[in-house]
């Protein structure tokens, strides 16, 4: 019934809105530089403590294993069976090892392995996985369907089984091969982030209108669809060098990583199985130095990740 | 549900496959003879030698070995060890115990790390939280195996309240210490995630029409925020009865537990390869099917999951 309706109209308040006038609307500022997502990154990573203490750390085990010389002079390698399971002595800060070895040498000159260890097999498993995670999701169709199944088969054998697996038949055991073959059971986890990333990336409007402007498909996903899709992969990359850092140290500690000769904390650790009981000092400053570089990895980790993540900024 | 589960069966087929020939692939033909492995230094005559290589098929093509050794998975029999043992008698022994380790380490991480992330989560901001979060970091960041000796060194040798190695049939009460050491990792990752999920789900709508509706705080936090906050941390626990299964490697190894990762631990060092092939292979299946099982979860949670074409 019309008339039924009409008598029950009620009057509406509506809040004044106060508009912005069209010339302010035009009035863009132009002369600040453009934001990126990085430069916000950048912004909200440097207000944080965490991602100074991290980058300090890091900056810290960088020069000890590039320049191993300026922390000791004394050789790491030099066993004297005299000074076996001794404590701290001048010019030895940290006691010795079961061998005769100076504690502290071995602790400055086995960051180098780990370091390299970390960083070749997280270099190889970005380019490896960004690569592979960026072609199948871009393209899509029959690439996409072999490479996901191929995925799927390294992404069934857990990374540290399959190290160990191949390790123990491998004839040149050194860290580069340790990075490989811990790459080459790595690579899915980073394919499969930036190929979900590179697909919600090719939705946006920037891609459609870089194709109607006669930009080629290749040459979109190289400039525009890459650069969009890669902030996941960078926060798993920074958190798996420390993963790759303790696959390492285990694999030698297991006697399958690193040659016996090689100065590396995990074989350390290993060796100082044995004095447990007499000398745990031994087993404690390799332990140390691996668990604080490990952690540094993981803190920067959490910051970049709150710096990229916008949602995990605002849940802080 | 049922549908999705059989396509998630049939997928996981083609995966078992391919990840069993790579790991065969990778055992049998990286260089190094297996034979001359089991003699160590000692020269075998060539007709033992040929009588070997036809007894282990290693005289046959390289994907011949591989199907002879499937179909003979299939069949329950998983070859024999250079020392004459059945590989299935060996797994037999030592999978109750590396099950009943891991069955320790889930009740113990599943436990202490809701019980921690809880109240690491209503309290967010206070003292217990940020000590729960820098805990649970260090744990994460320091390798199990300096854990285990950090226990073993502390409760075994200084408190002498644990058996510092365990012995061949592995006692429950034996195994509570390899089992935390075991749980260390996952625990920290279970704190971080349950009190992610409480500290959530504390502003969300239904708690706060639930506090509005005059329940008592009791009831919204047992019954509303904790429920709900378990969700991630339910499949968390079954993507984590893989990584035990991998972890156990190195933990059997430490304490000398004769599980499946102890075993292999062995193996791998003696170069025993059809030990490790298929402990690796069984291994492999375990971690597939608690993936398949995170999925299940996943699926019974959220319908867009199941429909999805």
Not at chain 1, 24 to 42: I, M
Not at chain 1, 48 to 54: E, Q, V, Y
Not at chain 2, 246 to 270: D, Q, S, Y
Not at chain 2, 284 to 289: A, G, R
């Amino acid at each position: 019934m019309p008339s039924n309706a009409e008598s029950r109209s009620a009057t509406h308040y509506v809040a004044p809105i106060e508009e912005t006038p069209l010339q302010a609307v035009d009035q863009v500022n132009e002369d600040e530089k453009t934001r990126s997502t990085w430069t916000d990154a950048w912004d909200s990573m440097r207000r944080r403590r965490t991602f100074w203490i991290s980058s300090v750390l890091i900056l810290l085990v960088l020069v000890v294993a590039i320049f191993p010389g300026l922390f000791t002079h004394v050789d790491p390698r030099a066993a004297d069976l005299e000074f076996s399971n001794e404590g701290p002595t001048s010019g030895h800060p940290l006691g010795f090892t079961r061998q005769g070895n100076d504690v502290y040498a071995r602790v400055i000159w086995g960051a180098q392995n780990s370091i390299i260890v970390g960083l070749v097999a997280t270099v190889l498993v970005s380019l490896v996985g960004i690569v592979i995670g960026a072609l199948a999701g871009f393209y899509g169709g029959w690439l996409d369907t072999v490479v996901s199944r191929i995925a799927d088969i390294f992404f069934s054998i857990p990374t540290i089984l399959g190290a160990i697996v191949i390790m123990s038949v491998i004839p040149a055991r050194n860290a580069i091969t340790v990075a490989l073959v811990l790459s080459a059971f790595a690579w899915p986890q980073i394919a499969r982030i930036m190929r979900g990333a590179v697909l919600s990336a090719k939705q946006s409007d920037y891609v459609t209108a870089s194709a109607a402007l006669g930009v080629g498909r290749f040459t979109t996903l190289v400039r525009h669809v890459i650069p969009n899709a890669l902030a996941p992969v960078i926060v798993v990359a920074t958190v798996s060098l420390g993963t790759f850092i303790v696959a390492e140290a285990t694999l030698s500690f297991l006697g399958i990583g690193l040659p016996d000769s090689a100065l590396s904390w995990g074989l350390d650790i290993g060796r100082a199985q044995t004095s447990i009981r007499t000398n745990p000092a031994t087993i404690f400053w390799p332990s140390a130095a691996l668990s604080i570089t490990v952690l540094a990895f993981l803190l920067l980790g959490d910051v970049v990740r709150d710096a990229l993540d916008p949602k995990a900024r605002a849940r802080r | 549900m049922l549908w999705y589960l059989g396509k998630r069966l049939l997928q996981l087929i083609p995966v078992f496959f391919g990840a069993t020939f790579l790991i065969y692939f990778m055992v049998f033909s990286l260089p190094g003879d297996p034979i001359a492995a089991l003699f160590g230094d000692r020269q075998p005559s060539p007709q033992v030698i040929e009588q070997l290589r036809q007894q282990y098929n290693l005289d046959k093509p390289f994907i011949v070995q591989y199907m002879l050794w499937i179909g003979g998975v299939f069949r329950g029999d998983l070859g024999v060890t250079y020392s004459g043992l059945p590989v299935s008698q060996q797994l037999a022994q030592a999978f109750p115990i590396t099950a009943r380790l891991a069955i320790l380490s889930l009740v113990f991480e599943a436990v202490a790390g809701i019980v921690v992330g809880v109240i690491a989560g209503l309290k967010k901001g206070k003292w217990f939280d940020a000590t729960a979060l820098v805990v649970s970091l260090l744990l994460i960041s320091v390798p199990t195996f300096v854990v285990g000796f950090i226990l073993q060194y502390v409760f075994g040798i200084q408190l002498d309240l644990f058996r510092v190695t365990v012995s061949g049939d592995a006692p429950w009460s034996e195994l509570v210490l390899p089992a935390i050491v075991l749980a260390t990792v996952s625990f920290a990752y279970i704190v971080r995630l349950t009190r992610a999920s409480v500290a959530e789900n504390m502003s969300a709508d239904f708690v706060r029409t639930a506090t509005a509706k005059g329940l008592p705080r009791r009831r919204v936090v047992g019954v509303h925020i904790f429920r709900n906050s378990l969700i991630p941390v339910v499949t968390y626990l079954g993507v984590d009865i893989g990584n035990l299964m991998v972890g156990a490697v190195v933990t059997e190894g430490i304490f000398n537990i004769n599980g499946v990762g102890g075993t292999v631990f062995r193996a791998v060092k003696l170069g025993e390869g059809p030990t490790v092939v298929s402990f690796v292979a069984v291994m492999v299946i375990i971690f597939m099917l608690a993936n398949l099982l995170v999925d299940l979860l996943y699926a019974v949670q959220d319908p867009r999951i199941r429909y999805a074409k």
